[in-house]
């Protein structure tokens, strides 16, 4: 055996770069997949985390099967055979009988003759299994090169490099995603570096992966109808057919519509309707605004407005670059082109908290997303900007004589009920309401001192039906931001789905191998390897989750939590192999990192300098996941068998995935104190087992 303080030792150059690059790859698709498969199924946008749990178990069967026969055929066939079920599904309209999942599902882009199926989960079920396939080859290849390591070097430099490739693969798709590249690069780019990987196949098999590579990126080519692919959306921009206005699709759906909201402007009916509705809550100001603020601006039919009503500065927030830069070049009235007009590309959220400015007059425009705040979250993109933190940090931005308009298009009585609670909690009245349906929305509400001139007795006419309704549900919280959940608890529609994944997953397990349903049934499970899975899991998720309200909800915040996570984990092994911290030590700053992180009040992930950021930063990622990570090194390292016990831990994420769905009936926080328990219970077995490796077969599976 080599030395095992040796990064690389003689003879494993080739298995660490192959190792690095197959890693790489199961990253970059990872992530291809979760942005590509919902410009197809729509569906799919409100559920990355489900294809993030897909790879977790696809990778964790692949390594339980490794030392048998190579199913590396499987990838490239499997990758193709997912890209066919993806477009063949995207030409059917698939519905949502249940209301208690609120999902926007328009279907813009098929025609009226498509089919139609009654029901979401089952385009949701037959991806999960489809995507699972894709990564069951590299899985399988990823424990074969970590057992290697195990056998002539040390676990934890496999480990590294693994690690390192997976880094990589982030960063890389970062830079993909930055550069505006299409989705035929998007997955152009792993089946590239797998062909390369597998340079060593015989001819016959590395011209066959080659040309089911190009049969899969023909199709990706000729499915993609998007304009531009922003880093949340696959957008389609298309003219009214009078050319009055531009209908934006995201992902297939309506989600915008510009069109000319000028006063003097001659519109068909149906649009003049919808710009009085836009107009019609700046009759109630006691003075027009001089400097306003609108976050959610989109296209830009809100800046328009008030540029209309005479507004001297305006600062627009928009998350989305891509769908800021069709407003630049296409809305009718170029808003963005005035001088008195400052757009930020930034989360509105975000840019509330950390703005000084006080404004006249603040818009929220109609922001429901379509898609999730991350690939590890239940949370969507929008989430955050509906509770009553956010609303309160909007009236702590308005001048003495202030107001706020918060348009919505509202379809379920609690979420109008919820939105008017969270208006009267944070202004200490009762909104005025407009509910006239608009056309693009249905509800304006308007609250703040610039709405109190000549009003009391409507407003307190309003204000006693309004407390009656917002009374009767619960008001979104950073700890709980669900405006769309119809109440705190896992629906119908959730647990269907959570039990169909699990079922999924125990028959992968089972189907794995002979050996697998052996040691199943002699109950020599890694379940230490699997708890600190299930427990990593949901420390990732907490720490995403937090990182993106601390730093604003953005994609590129996003990117660079997962690459500092990575980057945490490779240093923690590292070190691990070069100086080992005790287990006991790791245990007990594991423990101590997450009961801080815990305690934390909320307010703590709203500081507004760059200081107090990192500070808290430290406390709810650095910490806990370094020393989650020093722990796992410590017992992966002790493993006989490298591939059953990364296996293993994969499978324990797919668990801690599932669970992650409890944030819905415990709020975000909690998952700390489920990690917590899972953690504790990993530093039982060790003490069990005497402080020793539990050591299962050593026969591969």
Known sequence: MSDPATPVAPGLRRTALELFAISFVVLFQELALIRWLPGQVRVLAYFPNLILLSAFLGLGLGCLRAGRRSLMWL????????????????????TQGSASEHLYLL????????????????????????????????????????????????????????????LAGVGAFALVGFSGLRPVAWLGVPL?????????????????????????????????????????????ARPRSDQMGLAVLANGSLHQFAFTVRRDAVLPPELALTRDGYHQPYRRLARPPKRALVVGAGTGNDVSVLLDEGAEQVDAVEIDPAILALGRARHPDRPYASPRVRAHNTDARSFLQGSHEQYDLIVFGTLDSMTRLSALSTVRLDNFVYTLECLRAA???????????????????????????????????????????????????????????????????????TLRLARAWEIPRDDWPYLYLRARGLSPFYLAIGA????????????????????????????????????????????????NLLWGATWLTSAVVFGSILLVVLVATVAT????????????????????????????????????????????????????????????RAREDARAAFGWNLLGAVAGGLLEMAAMVTGLRALLLVALVAYLAAALLWLRNGGRAVRPPARGC
């Not at 003759?113 to 979401?120: H, K, S, Y």
Request: aromatic share 8%; charged share 15%.
């Open 75 to 94: 990838w490239p066939t499997s990758l193709l055979v997912t890209v066919l079920a993806a477009v063949g599904l995207g030409q059917v309209v698939f």
């Open 107 to 166: 279907y813009y882009d098929l025609p009226r003759d498509a089919p139609v199926v009654g029901d979401v989960k089952a385009p949701i079920l037959v991806l999960f299994v489809l995507s699972t396939l894709t990564f069951v080859p590299l899985g399988q290849a990823v424990a074969e090169r970590l057992q290697t390591f195990r056998d002539r070097s040390s676990p934890l430099w496999g480990y590294a490099w693994d690690i390192a490739g997976s």
């Open 192 to 236: 590239v570096v797998g062909l390369l990987v597998l340079s060593r196949s015989g001819r016959g098999r590395l011209a066959a992966h080659a040309a089911l590579a190009l049969v899969t990126l023909a199709l990706v080519a000729r499915s993609d109808r998007a304009d531009v692919h922003s880093p949340y959306y696959a957008l389609e």
């Open 395 to 465: 009236r702590a931005r308005l001048s003495p004589e202030g107001g706020l308009l918060l348009y919505f298009m509202v379809s379920a009585d609690y979420i109008d009920a919820r939105l008017l609670g969270l208006v009267t909690e944070a202004f200490g009245q009762a909104p005025l309401v407009d509910s006239v349906d608009h056309g693009l929305f249905n509800r304006v509400l308007m609250a703040g001192p610039a709405f109190e001139h000549g009003r009391g007795a409507e407003r307190r006419a309003q204000a006693e039906e």
């Open 500 to 547: 169909g994944i699990a079922l999924l997953a125990a028959l992968g397990v089972f189907a794995a191998s002979p050996d697998m349903r052996r040691s199943l049934r002699a109950g020599t499970v890694d379940l230490e390897m699997l708890l600190f899975g299930l427990g990593f899991l949901l420390l990732e998720t907490r720490a995403v989750t937090a990182m």
């Open 577 to 636: 192999e070069l100086r080992p911290l005790p287990y006991g030590a790791g245990m007990a700053g594991l423990v101590v990192s997450l009961l801080a992180a815990y305690a934390a009040p909320g307010s703590s992930l709203l500081q507004p300098g760059l200081a107090g950021k990192l500070t808290v930063s430290l406390l709810f990622a650095g910490g806990p996941v370094l020393f989650a990570s020093v722990c796992f090194a410590l017992r992966f």
